[in-house]
């Protein structure tokens, strides 16, 4: 079992930068594929960023590759979302999931597979 809480969410200028955190409580956070998914008001909840168990995979949406990194780091249970370079269409509530599986081989971006989430930070991106 995973807990998840995220944080670092806020209102930011176009083309500023924000920092998300999610904490994970459980001995075992180390073994579990972890992303981000975003969602806009009146639309699904999209894949943003996923990082393997290991860090030894990561991948991205198209939509933030090149503005976004995920990282994380099992000593402390937390994974982050930097975000760069912020465009009014990343407005949305950002959330943190770990996937239903332990040490799966693929990251995976299909939101069934995740079955974990934390209960969302909201990103703001003014013009």
């Known amino acids: 079992q995973v807990q998840l809480a995220e944080s670092g969410g806020g209102l930011v200028q176009v083309g500023g930068s924000l920092r998300l955190s999610c904490a994970a409580s459980g001995r075992t956070f180390s073994s579990y594929n972890m992303a981000w998914f975003r969602q806009a008001p009146g639309k699904e909840r999209e894949f943003v960023a996923g990082v393997k168990w290991n860090g030894g995979i990561i991948i991205y949406a198209n939509s933030v590759k090149g503005r976004f990194t995920i990282s994380r780091d099992n000593a402390k249970n937390t994974v982050y979302l930097q975000m760069n370079s912020l465009k009014a269409e990343d407005t949305a509530v950002y959330y943190c999931?770990?996937?239903?599986?332990?040490?799966?081989?693929?990251?995976?971006?299909?939101?069934?597979?995740?079955?974990?989430w934390g209960q969302g930070t909201q990103v703001s991106v003014s013009s």
């Open positions: 999931a770990a996937d239903s599986r332990t040490q799966r081989i693929v990251v995976l971006t299909n939101i069934n597979e995740y079955g974990y």
